[in-house]
C-alpha cells in the first residue's frame, strides 16, 4: 500500500487502541533526546504570522488545528473571513466562533467551511452582537491542540479545547451552572448581493445531531456554476438538547429544526452543571451528509478526544521529526519548526476514502486528490520542498494536477477548489518538471506532457469548451494570456496584455521547464524548440535603461512608465505584475548566465544586485524576488549571498504574531527559511540544482522517507561563533569548490560539511 494512501485512512485503522500509549512514549522518549528535552512540535509558535501592519499585508497565518495536509483545518474565528481577510487576526479581543475552514491563503476566499460559538443567554446572528470576549493569555494554540477560554456579556465564563482529524473535529466545551447555555451553528453566510448560494440546516433531536451544507463559492469570482457543489458537515453532540431553533438572517424560529437560505444557522440548548462538559464532534465532507458521517465514524468515532490529540500529535511528530536541528537561539528554532510546520499544510488533501468532488467538472470521482495550489508562490520552493520532507505526497499532487486537466481540459494556475484565473504563468509545468527530473514519475508520462504542451502552445484569446458534469459550456479560462502574441513576437506587448513584462518573464521560464520534460521523454526537436523560445527574456531587456521594459506591439520599448498601487499599497510599474522594475529585474532564473551576458558580465550584475540591496528595491516579502539573494553565486562573489542571508533573515522571520514580512502564501515564505536555514535553496525548480547559501545552524539532520531510506547530516563548524562565510565545504569528504550542488547528490550523500570562516573568503569564486 502506498504511503499516500495510508494517510487517507483514519490512525487507528493501522494500529491497535491498545498500542497508542507506547507511540506516545517512543515519541517522548525520542523527544528527550533532543537538545533541551524539547521535541520539534513544541518549538512551534502557529500564531507566528497572524497579524501584521495592516489587515492585508502581513503573514496571513491562521493558528489551525488539523494533521498534515488535512482537508478541512479548524481554526477560532475573531472575524467573518473573505478574500483578502483571514478568519483569525491575533490583534483582536473577541471571538465570533470556531470555524472549519477552507480558505488556503489570505488573498482566497473561502468555501465549504461550518462553524459553531459555544455561548449563554439569548440568541444572537450577527457577528458583531454574538461575540465573546477573550485574553490571549487564557488561549493556548499548537498544531495538535488549541483552547480558549471565552467570556459573555453577563459574565459567564465557558472553556473550550478543539482537536482534529484530517476532515473532523471533537470539541470539550465547559460551561458554566445555567439553564441557557447553547451552540450557536452557522451553516451559511451571504458575503456578496451579487453572488447567490444556498444553505442548509436539519436538527435531529433524537439524534443529538446537527447536519447541513452550503454551496457557497465567493471566492471563485471568474469560476463556473457548479450546481453540485456543497460543503456537507455532520455534528454530533455528548448531550441531549433542551430546545432548538434555527435564524435566518435577523430572524429567530424558536422550536424550528430545519431551514434553507443564503444566510441561515441553527442553535441547540443545554441545561447544566458548573464546568459541565458537553462534546461536539464534526465531520466535513464535499461528497454528501452520508459521506461526512462516514468520515466521522472513521476518524473519530468515540467521544474520546485526548486520543484525537494524541493521534495528530503522532501524525505531527513523524514529520516534523525528519528535521532535527542544534544550534541556533531558541527564536530560531521556533522560526524554524513553525516554518516547516507551515510547509507541511499545502496542497490539502481533498479526497475522502478513495473518491473525491471534482469542482472542475463537477462529478465525483474515484482515486486521490489534492487541491489548493498557490502554484504562482510555491513552485519556487514549497514544491521543491516537499520532494525532500514529504516524497510520499509528491506523484499523488501531480496526479491531482493531471486529474483537473482531464476534468477541465487545463492544469489550473490557483486551484480554488476549481479555476480561479488568479496570478500569470503556468507554474504546474514547473511543479511536473521539478518532479520529472528528480524522477518522480509514479504518474502517466505522456499525459504530463501533454498537458504542459498545452499550456505552451494553446493561447486563452478564444471561449474554452469546458465540461461540467453533463453539460457542455464554453468558459474562458486564461492559461497564458498574451500567448499568441509571445509566440509571434517572442514577448507580450504591453498594448495587447497587461503585466507584459512579468508575463514575458515567467512564460520563457514555463518554456524551460516544458524542454526539460520533453528531453527526458526523448523529444529532441520539442526540446530544442522550447530551450529556444526560453531565451525570449531577452527581447524585454532594454540596454539603454538596463531593465526588463514594456514593449509594444510595433516593438518599441514603452518610455512613459505608468505607476499605480497594488491592493496594499505597493507601487506597481507598467508591465509588471504586483512591483516595479526591480521586481523582475532577476527573474529569468532558469538561464542566469544568459542574464548576466545581457547586462554586460558579472561585475556589472553583481553591481546591479548590490544596487537592488543598497536601495531598498530588495522586498522579500514577495515572491518574485526570493531567489535574488542566491544570485551572487553565479557572478563569483558567493560572500555577498552568505552574508545578506544572515541579514535579512532576522527582518523577515520572527518569533511574534507579525513574525512574517509578507504573506506566507500556502508554505512558500516558510520553505524559503527551512531551505536557507540548510544552506542552499533551489533557484531554478526543474534543474535539478541547489545552489549554496549560508547554514544558520550548526548541525541539520534530515531523517529521509521513501524512496530515500537514509540521513543526511548538515554541519556547519562556526556557525554557534557567528560565522557566517564559508571556507570550504564536503560532501562524504569531497571537496565542493563551486556554490553549487545537485538534488541526486543531496539525497544520496551521508555528510555534508561546512567550515565556516568569520570573514569573507573566495571560496566558490
Not at 344 to 365: C, M, N, V
Not at 435 to 459: C, I, S
Not at 638 to 643: C, G
Not at 713 to 724: D, P
Request: glycine share 8%; hydrophobic share 35%.
Amino acid at each position: 500500500m502506498s504511503a499516500f494512501l495510508i494517510l487517507d485512512q483514519p490512525l487507528r485503522m493501522k494500529m491497535k487502541l491498545s498500542i497508542i500509549p507506547l507511540l506516545i512514549m517512543m515519541v517522548s522518549l525520542f523527544a528527550c533526546e533532543k537538545e533541551q528535552d524539547i521535541s520539534n512540535l513544541e518549538y512551534v509558535n502557529s500564531f507566528i504570522g497572524s497579524t501584521g501592519p495592516s489587515d492585508s499585508d502581513y503573514g496571513g497565518t491562521i493558528p489551525s488545528v488539523a494533521p498534515p495536509f488535512a482537508m478541512t483545518q479548524w481554526c477560532a474565528m475573531t472575524r467573518e473571513n473573505y478574500i483578502s481577510r483571514n478568519p483569525y487576526n491575533y490583534k483582536d479581543s473577541t471571538l465570533i466562533g470556531f470555524i472549519g475552514t477552507h480558505q488556503p491563503a489570505i488573498w482566497m476566499g473561502d468555501y465549504g467551511y461550518v462553524s459553531l460559538l459555544p455561548s449563554t443567554g439569548e440568541i444572537k446572528t450577527s457577528p458583531q452582537e454574538r461575540a465573546l470576549t477573550f485574553r490571549h493569555q487564557n488561549e493556548k494554540a499548537s498544531p495538535y491542540l488549541y483552547t480558549v477560554e471565552t467570556i459573555n456579556k453577563s459574565g459567564g465564563l465557558i472553556k473550550n479545547e478543539m482537536a482534529a482529524t484530517l476532515r473532523c473535529a471533537i470539541f470539550n466545551i465547559s460551561f458554566p451552572a445555567r439553564n441557557d447555555n447553547y451552540v450557536f451553528v452557522e451553516a451559511s453566510r451571504k458575503i456578496s448581493d451579487q453572488k447567490e448560494f444556498e444553505g442548509c440546516i436539519h436538527i435531529d433531536s433524537e439524534r443529538n445531531e446537527i447536519t447541513g451544507y452550503n454551496s457557497d463559492r465567493y471566492s471563485q469570482m471568474l469560476g463556473p456554476d457548479l450546481p453540485n457543489f456543497k460543503g456537507y458537515f455532520v455534528m454530533q453532540f455528548s448531550k441531549q438538547f433542551t430546545s432548538v431553533g434555527t435564524w435566518e438572517k435577523e430572524s429567530i424560529h424558536r422550536g424550528d429544526t430545519q431551514r434553507r437560505g443564503d444566510h441561515v444557522g441553527g442553535y441547540v440548548y443545554f441545561d447544566t452543571c458548573d464546568n459541565e462538559m458537553v462534546q461536539v464532534k464534526i465531520g466535513t465532507s464535499f461528497i454528501s451528509v452520508e459521506q461526512a458521517r462516514q468520515n466521522l465514524k472513521n476518524e473519530i468515532p468515540e467521544w474520546d478526544f485526548q486520543q484525537v490529540v494524541a493521534e495528530n500529535k503522532i501524525r505531527w511528530e513523524t514529520y516534523l521529526n525528519r528535521v532535527s536541528v542544534e544550534g541556533g537561539t531558541e527564536d530560531q528554532k521556533v522560526c524554524f519548526y513553525t516554518a516547516l510546520y507551515r510547509t507541511l499544510q499545502y496542497p490539502r488533501l481533498f479526497s475522502e476514502y478513495g473518491k473525491y468532488y471534482s469542482a472542475f467538472d463537477d462529478t465525483i470521482h474515484e482515486g486521490v486528490s489534492y487541491n489548493d495550489y498557490s502554484l504562482w508562490d510555491t513552485f519556487r520552493a514549497l514544491h521543491p520542498w516537499l520532494t525532500i520532507v514529504a516524497p510520499e505526497h509528491v506523484n499523488p499532487m501531480v496526479q491531482s494536477l493531471l486529474q483537473m486537466y482531464d476534468e477541465g481540459g487545463w492544469m489550473p494556475k490557483w486551484p480554488n477548489p476549481t479555476y480561479s484565473n488568479i496570478m500569470i504563468g503556468t507554474h504546474a509545468d514547473a511543479v511536473v518538471a521539478d518532479a520529472f527530473v528528480k524522477n518522480f514519475r509514479g504518474y502517466d508520462l505522456n499525459k504530463a506532457y501533454a498537458a504542459v504542451y498545452k499550456n505552451a502552445m494553446t493561447p486563452p484569446e478564444k471561449d474554452t469548451l469546458m465540461r461540467w458534469g453533463d453539460r457542455e459550456e464554453t468558459k474562458l479560462y486564461e492559461a497564458r494570456g498574451g500567448l499568441t502574441w509571445y509566440k509571434q513576437l517572442g514577448f507580450v506587448p504591453a498594448d495587447k496584455t497587461d503585466e507584459s513584462v512579468s508575463r514575458t518573464l515567467e512564460f520563457a521560464y514555463d518554456d524551460f521547464c516544458v524542454a526539460q520534460v520533453a528531453k527526458g521523454l526523448g523529444k529532441t526537436k520539442d526540446y530544442n524548440y522550447f530551450m529556444e523560445r526560453s531565451k525570449n527574456y531577452h527581447h524585454i531587456y532594454n540596454p539603454q535603461t538596463g531593465f526588463m521594459q514594456a514593449r509594444l506591439s510595433d516593438g518599441s520599448f514603452v518610455d512613459d512608465i505608468q505607476f499605480s498601487a497594488d491592493s496594499v499599497g505597493q507601487v506597481v510599474e507598467e508591465g509588471i505584475t504586483e512591483g516595479t522594475k526591480w521586481t523582475y529585474l532577476f527573474c529569468a532564473m532558469h538561464d542566469v548566465e544568459g542574464l548576466i551576458s545581457l547586462m554586460g558580465g558579472k561585475k556589472s550584475f553583481a553591481n546591479k544586485l548590490d544596487k537592488t540591496f543598497d536601495d531598498g528595491h530588495y522586498q522579500h516579502r514577495n515572491e518574485p524576488g526570493h531567489h535574488y539573494i542566491y544570485l551572487y553565486n553565479y557572478a563569483g562573489e558567493p560572500f555577498k549571498t552568505q552574508e545578506k542571508i544572515w541579514e535579512h533573515t532576522p527582518l523577515n522571520y520572527k518569533n511574534a504574531p507579525d513574525g512574517l514580512s509578507g504573506n506566507d502564501d500556502c508554505g512558500q515564505m516558510s520553505a524559503w527559511l527551512v531551505f536557507s536555514s540548510m544552506g542552499f535553496y533551489p533557484v531554478c525548480p526543474g534543474d535539478g540544482r541547489y545552489v549554496i547559501g549560508s547554514p544558520l545552524f550548526s548541525k541539520i539532520v534530515l531523517d529521509l522517507p521513501e524512496p530515500y531510506n537514509k540521513k543526511v547530516t548538515i554541519t556547519a563548524n562556526g556557525v554557534k561563533q557567528g560565522k557566517k562565510y564559508i571556507r570550504s565545504l564536503t560532501m562524504d569528504g569531497k571537496a565542493i569548490v563551486k556554490p553549487f550542488i545537485t538534488h541526486s547528490d543531496l539525497v544520496s550523500c551521508d555528510h555534508i560539511v561546512f567550515e565556516m570562516s568569520a570573514t569573507p573568503t573566495d571560496w566558490g569564486q
